[in-house]
């Protein structure tokens, strides 16, 4: 299976509940966390399994490609 | 950088944190408990509910300092409206009530006031406690000790310990941090939003509402808030519906058979999380480090209750840490897999029996026959002949 491409996650923070689910079920190493209770959103996922954008009971993440490394 | 040492360093302050730093405590250990809020129990993550037994059972004193309502029974429905009340005031009249020599079966608490008085016992028996503190990481030292990095107030600091007790919820990083297998799938992490509202009535029982068409995979409920507030809130697997949490609560609210009772409810409050229905961590310990509460996955998997089982570890973790440091053994992941095994034998056998319970109502295809499954196991769970009453 081809690697999934790099995103990078934004996050409504207008309807963001900081509930921390998609903290939760971030299969991501330690450290992948905004300093709100949220997922990381300034750095580039490369897993990009989207759960978190699932999970979010406000569907407040979604995400663009990562920007290519020069 | 400075260095300070003590017995346990306990990463979060929360039910389960507060309660293994305040037993350990009590019982002689030098505690560091610490937290990255400024307020604790916010933004309110939980419905509540919690039992009078669970609060006994670790000391803690009932008080209006946290109590939103008290709590008398249970009314189960089916998708469709038929209920099953089970309610302790009729059940045991002489013993449940609200006349004298009378009690609550349990409470609902405010979790910013429950998390903070549970800090104070803490503190009070002798807990070090810092809030705006946050942990970045920890290293297993030759001498048989761990250091933990902290950063406090923008300071970074270090201190040593025998045990981290990682006690900081769902979201856990400490667990990540001991390379534990702690990730949860999407299939077993409920997503949740409750509203706390006013022009709802209820009558002392929690409310929980099952079937597919209102919450697929969880249940929705409505519980009493106090000041005649209500919570109205559901939890879905978002595997088993292409909506969210949010466009769920709004058609149970609007479509349930409940929607003349929340006619004129208003919005008071707005919250979420994350609820494991899930089993509890395989290994819930390493070299030096030991996972409680949340971080531990130690919640009911059929009510998604977790309080209880957050003050039970908590007790079970504190006592036991008390009795490996006095004893001088060394905080293997050997010599600390026994805190599992209490644990397991305590409180942990019968969740892992829950799971099983729940896993085979929701691998049932018919949906007709799931729903009668978990409205079935519902009704039965809150009876006064209940097997996990005190689960």
Request: glycine share 16%; with cysteine; net charge negative.
């Given at each position: 299976m081809p690697k999934k491409e790099p995103v990078i996650f934004f996050i409504g923070w207008n309807a963001c509940?900081?509930?921390g689910a998609c903290v939760a079920v971030c299969?991501?190493?330690?450290?992948?966390?905004?300093?709100?209770?949220?997922?990381?959103?300034?750095t580039p996922c490369d897993?990009?399994?989207m759960v978190c954008e699932d999970i979010c009971p406000v569907s407040t993440i979604t995400h663009e490609p990562a920007p290519k490394p020069a | 950088m400075s260095t300070s040492q003590y017995d346990i360093v306990v990463i979060g302050s929360g039910p389960a944190g507060a309660t293994t730093a305040r037993v350990a405590a009590e019982q002689g250990l030098r505690a560091l408990l610490v937290d990255?809020?400024?307020?604790?129990?916010?933004p309110v993550q939980c419905s509540g509910a919690v039992s009078r037994h669970a609060l006994e059972e670790v000391g803690i004193q009932p008080a209006?300092?946290?109590?939103?309502e008290a709590i008398y029974g249970f009314g189960i429905y089916d998708q469709d409206g038929s209920e099953t009340i089970i309610d302790y005031r009729q059940l045991k009249p002489d013993e449940y009530?609200?006349?004298?020599n009378k009690k609550p079966l349990g409470y609902v608490v405010d979790r910013r006031r429950f998390d903070r008085c549970l800090m104070t016992m803490a503190e009070r028996a002798g807990v070090e406690v810092w809030l705006k503190t946050e942990g970045l990481g920890y290293v297993v030292n030759s001498s048989g000790s761990c250091t933990v990095q902290l950063r406090h107030f923008n300071k970074e600091i270090s201190v040593e310990a025998k045990v981290l007790v990682g006690a900081?919820?769902?979201?856990?990083?400490v667990g990540k941090w001991a390379g534990l297998h702690t990730h949860i799938k999407l299939t077993e992490l409920a997503s949740c939003l409750q509203f706390v509202v006013d022009q709802v009535e209820t009558d002392g029982l929690l409310e929980i509402i099952t079937g597919h068409e209102w919450a697929p995979g969880g249940y929705a409920w409505v519980f009493p808030k106090g000041y005649g507030y209500a919570e109205i809130g559901l939890g879905v697997i978002r595997t088993m519906t292409k909506e969210n949490a949010q466009w769920h609560l709004d058609q149970f609210i609007q479509h349930s058979f409940f929607k003349t009772r929340f006619k004129n409810s208003r919005i008071l409050e707005i919250q979420g999380g994350g609820v494991p229905l899930a089993a509890p961590l395989r290994t819930q310990y390493s070299d030096n480090l030991i996972l409680v509460g949340d971080a531990a996955r130690?919640?009911?998997?059929?009510?998604?209750?977790?309080i209880h089982t957050a003050l039970s570890g908590g007790r079970i973790a504190g006592q036991f840490l008390a009795k490996l440091i006095r004893e001088g053994v060394a905080p293997t992941k050997e010599n600390l897999a026994g805190y599992q095994e209490q644990w397991l034998e305590e409180l942990g056998n019968k969740m892992w029996q829950l799971y099983k319970e729940k896993c085979q109502i929701f691998k049932t295809k018919n949906l007709k026959r799931r729903d009668a499954m978990l409205y079935q196991t519902m009704s039965s769970y809150f009876s006064p002949h209940s097997e996990y009453k005190k689960i």
């Open positions: 509940i900081n509930c299969p991501q190493k330690a450290g992948f966390i905004s300093p709100f209770d949220t997922i990381a959103v300034n897993i990009a399994c | 990255k809020r400024q307020e604790l129990g916010a209006d300092e946290f109590i939103h009530g609200q006349g004298a900081d919820g769902l979201q856990s990083q130690h919640v009911n998997p059929i009510t998604g209750g977790g």
